[in-house]
């Protein structure tokens, strides 16, 4: 009975065709809306495999040494093309110069050392280098990328099976060289270990793919619910979080507060230092509004300069706590615009608190808040007002429409979002 074996030429064929579909599917997908993602630096390695491939199966009608040296050197780019792109998908920067130049150089260098010695000695040598090639991108997936698409999680799987593939390859040469005596020799053990090892490498791509499309599906979920200019949560998501809270807070018996921050004399900072600058201003006031919240905490940019808080589990005295730090440091930042010259900014804020068994809707309670607020404005302005029964009694408030049909004001400028119903006025002082 003949002992088992695999027929290298057939393999070739077949690893040669997988790359083949790779590199066109990636080159179409190049063609499409995604041509800025990583894509574009893991097509470029599967080329340089192909081309790898195609030169060591070439060893049958071009000179031992040309195809040795063009093979090995293209596979070993092909493996940096996948550890560039793993390294700027993954860390948002570039592999280290000295891996680019000393990787192929190393291989070539090899290649050449190697071309007196016997096929096993080279073939172990050369495949444990590529294995120790895929160590930078599998150390980088497995801390990391662990963390960030699951995908990636595949991937790393797949690429360690790829190394542990090529160092057993390494090992089994130097104890089996009877099997190694030509690179298109047919059997058992260089067959399986060259197969696994770069079959491994074509799921790597497939993975890779899945990666990018996870990262823009989360970026697309990302831009449908948060301000593009400041992070917060975009007014539709706050106020479906905010009704979302009020039905929790009443089956749990815990009091929910809303607050209503708006930036007084917003639209002079605009007037007077320009867009950019109030730009500037809303991203630093957005960040210190976060940097004060507890994870359960949601601040949502209802508009303009308006900006909402979505506090559970907080009494009025919590509140208005938290509020009075957040106007302090507000009142306290000293902002540049693009001419040097300094300017700073203070805020207002009206809060309403919906009280455990109290059965307020979303909407009385963002016109709570609202008017709280209009009476902070109406007061001097750097002020928080907590909404209490004087206000709720006051005959001559302005009608101020509510959070599921009210606009934001109107932009004022580039630091100001159109919002997506008409504009009204708000009958409240800047």
Known sequence: MAPLSIHIPTLMLALLSGFAMLGVQLWMAQRSKLRYLDLAVWTWGSWALLGGFAMLSARLVLPLWLSALAGNGLIALGIIFYNEAIHRHVLGRSLPRWLWWGAPAVSWALTVALLGAPLPVRTSIISLLFG???????????????????SLRAVALTLVAAAASLFLRSIHAIVNPDDYRDLMQSSLGQGLTFLFSFICLIGTGFGF??????????????????????????RMTADA???????????????????????????????????HAGDDALRAFAAEVRARLRGSDVVGRWGGEEFGLVLPATDAPGAERLVEAIREAVSRLRLCDGEGRDFSMTVSAGIAIAEPGANLSADLLFMRADRALYVAKDGGRNRVQVHDERIAEMASMPPRATAGDRASTPPEGAAAETSPTTSMDTGRPA
């Open 241 to 275: 979080l905010l009704r979302h809270e009020l039905e929790r807070g009443r089956r749990e018996g815990t009091p929910l507060a809303f607050v209503l921050l708006d930036l007084d004399h917003f639209k002079d900072v605009n007037d007077c230092h320009g867009h």
């Open 132 to 150: 120790l090639l895929l160590c930078p991108a599998i150390v980088v997936l497995m801390t990391a990328g662990w963390r960030r698409e699951s």
């Open 209 to 234: 793919v899945l990666a990018n499309f996870e990262r823009i599906a989360r970026h697309m979920e990302d831009m449908a619910s948060t301000d593009g200019l400041t992070g917060c949560l975009n």
